[in-house]
């Protein structure tokens, strides 16, 4: 019968199984223990993909992605 397995919080009731009932909500996964990145790493991590790709559009080829590497780059770049 639907909705016999579903979450207790789940609005609709009309999944047959738990496992459909929790892909309907679409969690995504979290971190717990401090096993994973925090939002500043994942930010900073970001802007650095960023700053690489942007400093590959410009035509510098950086050593890596940090920001040292690429703002050695542009450093580089402007001294000739």
Request: aromatic content about 8%.
């Amino acid at each position: 019968m639907a909705g016999e397995h579903c979450s207790a919080s789940c609005i609709t009731k009309d999944h047959e199984s738990w496992g459909a009932c929790v892909r309907a909500k679409a969690l995504g996964a979290i971190w717990l223990g401090g096993g994973g990145p925090s939002f500043g790493e994942v930010k900073k991590f970001s802007r650095e993909n960023q700053a690489y790709r942007d400093a590959i559009k410009d035509g510098l080829k950086p050593q890596s992605v940090s920001f040292g590497s690429v703002n050695r780059a542009y450093d580089a770049a402007s001294r000739g």
